[in-house]
């Protein structure tokens, strides 16, 4: 018997096997979780507005890390007080760009709620 009359035969005496689910990993944990159709911050979760204050203490984390790396690991050779300055600057870079991309995720996530908040 070929391949070809072999599936045949399977496929008549196994009609409702005609298009089987798709074999899953054990590892796929997506098909486990309910699906909700909406977003994560649509699942009840209250929708804070960016804020100066969340973004300079972000900034302020990031500073300091910057500063040593920048002090103890990178040894670039310059004085601390030029490396305060650059951790100055890389604190006020940083504080704008946090707090541009928190107001920007609040804004996407506003026309997505349709504009309620």
């Known amino acids: ?27 796929d944990t997506r098909a486990t979780r309910p699906r909700s159709g909406k977003g994560r911050a649509s699942a009840g979760q209250a929708l804070r507005p960016p804020s100066l204050k ?31 300055v650059i951790t100055a600057l890389a604190f006020v870079v940083f ?6 991309v928190d107001r920007f995720k609040y804004q996407r996530n506003l026309r997505k709620r349709g504009g309620s908040s």
């Open 54 to 84: 969340r973004a300079a203490i972000q900034g302020v984390i990031v500073a300091v890390l910057y500063f040593i790396f920048i002090q103890w690991v990178w040894k670039s050779g310059a004085t601390t007080a030029a490396n305060l």
């Open 95 to 100: 504080t704008g760009v946090a707090y541009w």
């Open 1 to 27: 018997m070929s391949k070809k009359e072999t599936r045949r035969a399977v496929r008549q005496a196994f009609p409702q096997l005609k298009n089987p689910a798709p074999a899953r990993s054990r590892y």
